[in-house]
């Protein structure tokens, strides 16, 4: 399995904010559309940063309530690892668990095409498992 089918399931959309805007904006996206990350966009497409809840815990512990009002920027993880659409899902599975990231923009062709984020990937291998198990069973029983 790769990368492009959980696309096809979940969908392309990303949620992007730009690096000049505030923490707290950054935040009020996060909620409003639900996700963990949002992919940061800036003069040089296709992005130029990563910025997750993560980041905003870290500043919280940090520099306090004041971090609300930085820019993005100044939290923002700058060395984003990305994928391709043609990523298979055991090596994107291994590439999260190695570098301890949850959150992982596609990028085909210098287009941001889409995200996938930890629970895309275990959601991915659950309905694997299950359809193995399915056909198991089907085997089994058909003896």
Same mark, same amino acid.
């Given at each position: 399995m790769q990368v492009r @089918?959980?696309?096809t399931h979940k969908g392309r959309e990303v949620a992007t904010v730009s690096k000049e805007r505030t923490v707290s904006d950054g935040l009020r996206l996060l909620r409003e559309r639900g996700v963990g990350a949002l992919v940061v966009t800036g003069p040089t497409p296709p992005l130029v940063g990563i910025f997750s809840e993560r980041d905003v815990v870290r500043a919280l512990a940090l520099d306090? !309530?004041?971090? &609300? @009002? !930085?820019?993005i920027a100044d939290l923002m993880?700058?060395?984003?690892?990305?994928?391709?659409? !043609?990523?298979?899902? @055991?090596? &994107?599975? !291994?590439?999260m668990t190695d570098q301890r990231i949850r959150h992982v923009p596609v990028? @085909?062709?210098?287009? &941001?095409?889409?995200?996938?984020?930890i629970g895309d990937v275990v959601k991915c291998r659950v309905d694997e498992l299950e359809h193995e198990k399915r056909e198991l069973l089907d085997y089994v029983s058909a003896r």
């Open positions: @089918d959980i696309l306090g !309530a004041g971090a &609300l @009002d !930085a820019p993880s700058t060395s984003v690892t990305t994928c391709t659409e !043609a990523t298979t899902v @055991d090596s &994107l599975m !291994a590439m990028v @085909d062709d210098g287009v &941001l095409v889409g995200m996938i984020s």
